[in-house]
Structures are given as structure tokens and as C-alpha cells.
């Protein structure tokens, strides 16, 4: 411990140093392809202001990337407040950018990706040197720099060129040591570079990648823009209907800033779906609030169009998911402010999207429908086989077989062996954490199984009803075991999976889900807990990185919990690290962790942490009983007793 705190303990990062210091907090660290893609997306910015129609990427053999447009250029004059030249102050200061002043009309974007002012400033600390040369005003000028962001080379005229001759080109350089990959994926900046070429029709973006012997060049020009994209993914075989594109945004005068709204292509098939979105140029993995607005503005068209040509049988109320189970569609969203889920802008989270959008499609969908009856009609059918599908389904819903034999869920990605007493079925929390999750299994033994949102709880579901719910549906179906009571002595022998481990987030969250996991299992499959068959996962809190010491290299530890990661740095202390030395990181989420980090700490039987779950018969009685109390809908009063007399017992993650 310190012995001394005083002024002189408290340590201020200045410029780039945040960056430099914790990276992981900016940008991705599994390889340099989000910190090049900062830069695209300031070149994407120009395109979209109407400023720009090159835009070229090049990979350099010595692991630099090049990015150029034919832009309007950075200024190079001296920022009145800064009184440097401003093409220092947009790449060495992190907060700085032509992004922020958008509501009084003078920024120079007032539609753009950047969400922090951290973009290519971010580029730039990470980098072990980068170059800018910027054509502006009849001059070609270039500044230099190395090292995380300092001057290497200050700004000067370099030469000269025509007065219409403008544009922007930085070189980076990404230093290695922030970066577990160095290596750039091509195919994904491929992908990047062909949908912003599909976002912004008439650009040309040009990818080469230097070879030893050759350049390879590939070129992304999209006039058709959106419906000419999405034909490509679904191709009109496979469509029930044509696809339907449209665009609209606002004047100014309904609630919204003017020009906020969204452009978007849409069609339905019986095979599988397809969606992908995008903010202002930026890619949206994950989603977010823009792609509930377009589904919710989808639905009441078709909703209004079936209600008024008497489409419905009667009995059938349409739900979102009726209409918009088998719609694929890429939607590009304009928001003046968008607010994502962290820095890497993967997930959109601006509530205002979702009215904006739905506002901005409904209308204009459903006079295509009107106008093209026929198309809406099918659309519409699709919508009420579905619901009608739901309502029976609901009940009374048996699982799904064919000849006798399970049809497995889609989600599932199964293990290799036919062995079922090595394999291991993984139910993961979300989407994200089960990418992370198929990539880091082993895949001989290990299957994956990703739960969307939270299972109900079945504690008091009717036995009949259960299979309704499709995440337990495909539980069931997955393990291969019907369900069955507590005295009951069911056939166990279709049991797929001898091992049935719970893997979710380290927080209130994935500990609620874990409970309704475990209440499903003790109610409705009480023999694979009295068995052994199930467990959970315990993945870490905290991650430590811990620097080389003499002949010790650099290592990573885990810590479970707040007194873990005490006990780690006191160990540490005692080993002669200073705390500054360490770098503590805070998990958010199982999806946060790289597929190596998930492997080491949840799923490698050599490093994991698995908790059995384990109960005898009489256990199991008590357990129930406890269960009922916490879980039981007329439990309350029991519940509200139980937690004045013990809740000072819990540990709570508030």
C-alpha cells in the first residue's frame, strides 16, 4: 500500500494519454480495423455531405493502410481558440471535430458517425506513426506524426497543385503493442467498404492490397444504392414479393431536425432472413432503436392495409412478430445526435430513433401496399398464418418432430462427437456473447445454444403451454429429455448432452437469467439436477494485465469478484508491482470478451470455473419448496417476509 497520499499521488493523462493508457475503453483491440475505419468514416462523411465521390483504401505490405478522398481536405489554417494549425488539433485532441456544432447549422456535419470527437484522434494514438497530406487551396501541405500523436514532422508546404484540386490522405501506421492481431481482415474491410458504398450511391470506394509480386484492386460502386443491395441478398427467387425501397426525412416542422430520417429496402421470403442497418454511414452489428422503429412502423402499415381489406380471419390480432418474422431489409438512419452503445458504435440506443423511424416508413409503406394490392396482400397472408400459428401453438404446443426425430433449433450450434457423455451444451446469454462463445468451443464436444432475452418464468406454467415459449421449446429439443416431474422416472437415454452448463453475464442481469434457468430445470427437469447434469459457469469480474518483470513475461489474470481482484493485487503487491503498474479492467459482459478470454476463463476444462449444481431427492424438496416462495406468483406475502428476514444476506450488484 502507499504510504504517503498527497497531490503529488493524483496522476492527470493528458492529450492522447487516455488512449495510450487504456485503449480497450476507444476502439476494439483485436486488430487495427476499427481505428482504420475512424478514418474512412471522416472520408464517408465528406461523401455524404456531398463533398466527396473517391474515396480509396490501400494495405501496404509493411502493415500501414492509406485512406484518400477527394474531399474538401482538413483546414490548415490556425484554430481561432487552439492557435494551431487545425489539422494538429482534429489529430491530437480527443474531443475536437467538425461533428458537435449541429443544432445552430455551423458544423461542418450535421449528419455524421462521430459520436465523441474521438475518432481519428483515436487513430492516431494508437498509431507508431502517421502521415496527413492535405490539398487545399492550390497547395499540398503534410504534417507528420510518431509515437501516439507527437509532431515527428510539423506542417509545411510541400508543393502545389490546381485551386479545384482537393482532398485528404492519411497514412497510418498501427503500433502492434495495442493490437493482439496487427493483421488487418480483409474480408471484413471489404464488407465495410462495399456498404458504404451501398449507403451512398454514385461514390466509388477502391480497396488494393499490396502483394509481393502485385496489387489487388477491387472496386464498390452501387447506383441502384439500397433495393439493388438487398435483390443481392435475397434474390428474386427466393422473394414472395418485390422489394420495396423508399426514403424520407424531415422538414423541420413535424418534432424532428431537418434532414434527420431514414432511407430503406424491405421484402419478405419463405427462406431465410436477412438485415442489416446502419447510422449515419455506420454499421450497426447489433441493431438498435432504428431497427425497432422500422419493424414498428412495417407493422401498423400492414396492420392498417389487413384491417381495411377485411384480411384477417376473424379471431386473429396481428403482432409485430407476425409481420415482420420473414421481412429482410437494410435500413440507412440520418440522426442529428445518435447515441450508440459504446465507442465501437455497434448498437444504436437513441430513443428518439424508434419514433423517428416508424413515423418516417409507416406512411409511405402502406401507400405501396394500396397501390400495389397484390403484393400487399401476400404480405398480409403471410402476417395472418403466423398469428394464426401463434394462437395455436399457444394452446397446446407440442415439439416439433419429423419421422419420429427432432428437428434441432437453428440457433444451435451442435458438437461434433455423437458421444453424449462428453458433450457439453453451453446456454449462453444473447446473441453477442454466443458469437463469442461458437468461436471459442471446442468444437469436437462443445455446442452452443444462444437464449434471446430472458426465459419466462415457468414456474407456474402449464405443462401443456410450456413448449410455447421458444427459447424453452428449443431447450427441450436441444437436450433431447421431456419434461417431467420430481417422483417421476422419465427416459433419460435421448439425453444429448451429459453436461448442461448456464453461461451468463457477471451482473444482476445474468444472475436473473440464471435463476430462471435453474427454475426451469428444478420444476420441469428435476432428474438432470438430481444427476449432476447441470451447471453454471462462473466467468470473471475483472480482468488484471500484468507487465513483464525480469524474466517474467507479461500475463493476464481473472478475478471473480471485488475480493478476488483484492487478493490478486496484494499478491502482486508482495511480488514487487506497484499498483499504477496494472492495468484493471471491468468486464460488461460476456459478449465484451474475445473469444480466447471466454474460452481460458468459461469453457477450457483446464482453466474454467464451473459450479455443479447438485441435489438429493430430499434436497431437491427443500429446494422446491424455497422455490416456490421466491418464484410463485401468490407467494408474495412469504416472499416479502423471507426478504425482511434475510435480504441483509444478499450481495447485491446495485
Known amino acids: 500500500m502507499a504510504k504517503d497520499y498527497s497531490a503529488a499521488s493524483i496522476k492527470v493523462l493528458k492529450g492522447l494519454e487516455p488512449v495510450r493508457a487504456r485503449p480497450g475503453m476507444y476502439t476494439r483491440t483485436d486488430n487495427p480495423l476499427h481505428v482504420i475505419q475512424e478514418v474512412i468514416d471522416n472520408s464517408a462523411d465528406e461523401a455524404l455531405a456531398g463533398h466527396a465521390s473517391q474515396i480509396g483504401v490501400r494495405l501496404w505490405l509493411d502493415g500501414s493502410v492509406t485512406v484518400s478522398d477527394d474531399g474538401r481536405g482538413i483546414p490548415v489554417e490556425p484554430h481561432p481558440q487552439e492557435k494551431e494549425p487545425t489539422v494538429v488539433v482534429v489529430l491530437t485532441r480527443l474531443h475536437a471535430g467538425g461533428k458537435f456544432d449541429k443544432t445552430t447549422g455551423e458544423g461542418a456535419y450535421a449528419f455524421s458517425g462521430g459520436l465523441h470527437g474521438v475518432g481519428v484522434s483515436v487513430t492516431n494514438a494508437l498509431a507508431s506513426r502517421l502521415a496527413v497530406t492535405v490539398k487545399r487551396d492550390g497547395h499540398i501541405n503534410e504534417v507528420e506524426f510518431v509515437d501516439g500523436g507527437k509532431i515527428g514532422k510539423k506542417l509545411s508546404v510541400i508543393g502545389k497543385c490546381a485551386k479545384k484540386e482537393t482532398g485528404t490522405t492519411i497514412r497510418v501506421w498501427p503500433d502492434p503493442a495495442f493490437f493482439e492481431s496487427a493483421k488487418i481482415p480483409e474480408r471484413e474491410l471489404a464488407r465495410l467498404l462495399r456498404a458504404k458504398a451501398v449507403l451512398l450511391p454514385g461514390v466509388t470506394f477502391r480497396l488494393e492490397i499490396e502483394r509481393h509480386d502485385s496489387v489487388d484492386e477491387r472496386v464498390f460502386c452501387y447506383q441502384g444504392g439500397l433495393s439493388d443491395y438487398l435483390a443481392e441478398q435475397v434474390p428474386p427467387d427466393d422473394a414472395v414479393v418485390p422489394v420495396y425501397a423508399g426514403e424520407a426525412y424531415a422538414d423541420g416542422n413535424n418534432g424532428f431536425a431537418k434532414g434527420e430520417g431514414a432511407a430503406w429496402a424491405v421484402t419478405w421470403s419463405d427462406s431465410a432472413t436477412f438485415s442489416e442497418s446502419y447510422v449515419n454511414l455506420i454499421p450497426t452489428l447489433q441493431g438498435g432503436t432504428h431497427e425497432a422503429g422500422l419493424r414498428a412502423g412495417v407493422f401498423e402499415a400492414v396492420k392498417s392495409f389487413a384491417e381495411h381489406h377485411a384480411l384477417l380471419p376473424r379471431g386473429v390480432q396481428l403482432r409485430q412478430e407476425d409481420v415482420t418474422g420473414r421481412m429482410s431489409f437494410v435500413l440507412s438512419a440520418r440522426l442529428l445526435d445518435p447515441q450508440f452503445q459504446g465507442q465501437v458504435k455497434e448498437k444504436l440506443n437513441s430513443r428518439e430513433a424508434v419514433k423517428l423511424v416508424s413515423t418516417m416508413c409507416r406512411d409511405p409503406f402502406e401507400v405501396w401496399l394500396n397501390a400495389h394490392v397484390e403484393h400487399g396482400r401476400t404480405i398480409a397472408e403471410m402476417a395472418a398464418k403466423a398469428a394464426a400459428a401463434r394462437l395455436k401453438s399457444a394452446q397446446k404446443t407440442e415439439k416439433k418432430k419429423t419421422s419420429g426425430v427432432a428437428v434441432l433449433p437453428g440457433k444451435l450450434s451442435d458438437a461434433a462427437t455423437d458421444d453424449p457423455t462428453i458433450r457439453e451444451l453451453f446456454l449462453v446469454e444473447g446473441d453477442s456473447a454466443g458469437g463469442s462463445a461458437k468461436q471459442a468451443r471446442d468444437r469436437e464436444t462443445q455446442a452452443i445454444l444462444p437464449l434471446r432475452g430472458k426465459v419466462m418464468n415457468s414456474w407456474e406454467t402449464d405443462p401443456n403451454a410450456l413448449y410455447a415459449n421458444k427459447e424453452i421449446h428449443d431447450i427441450a429439443v436441444a437436450l433431447g429429455v421431456e419434461r417431467h416431474g420430481l417422483d417421476s422416472n422419465p427416459d433419460l437415454s435421448g439425453l444429448r448432452y451429459h453436461k448442461v452448463v448456464i453461461m451468463t453475464d457477471a451482473d444482476v442481469d445474468g444472475a436473473h437469467i440464471s435463476t430462471l434457468l435453474l427454475t426451469l430445470f428444478f420444476r420441469h427437469f428435476p432428474k438432470l439436477v438430481e444427476l449432476g447434469h ?117 450481495e447485491a450488484d446495485i
Do not use: C
Request: hydrophobic share 40%; proline share 9%.
Open 534 to 650: 447441470i451447471h453454471v459457469a462462473q466467468p470473471p469480474l475483472y480482468r488484471v494485465d500484468v507487465p513483464a518483470k525480469g524474466k517474467k513475461p507479461a500475463r493476464r489474470l481473472y478475478a471473480l469478484d471485488d475480493g478476488e481482484l483484492v487478493a490478486i493485487k496484494d499478491r502482486l503487491s508482495l511480488d514487487g508491482f506497484k499498483p499504477e503498474a496494472l492495468e484493471v479492467g471491468r468486464f460488461k459482459g460476456l459478449g465484451e470478451m474475445n473469444p480466447p478470454q471466454l474460452r481460458e476463463t468459461a469453457m477450457d476444462p483446464a482453466t474454467r470455473r464451473v459450479l455443479p449444481v447438485l441435489a438429493t431427492p430430499d434436497e431437491m424438496r427443500e429446494a422446491l419448496k424455497l422455490f416456490d416462495m421466491l418464484m410463485g406468483k401468490g407467494a408474495a406475502s412469504e416472499r416479502r417476509e423471507w426478504m425482511e428476514a434475510k435480504g441483509n444476506l444478499v
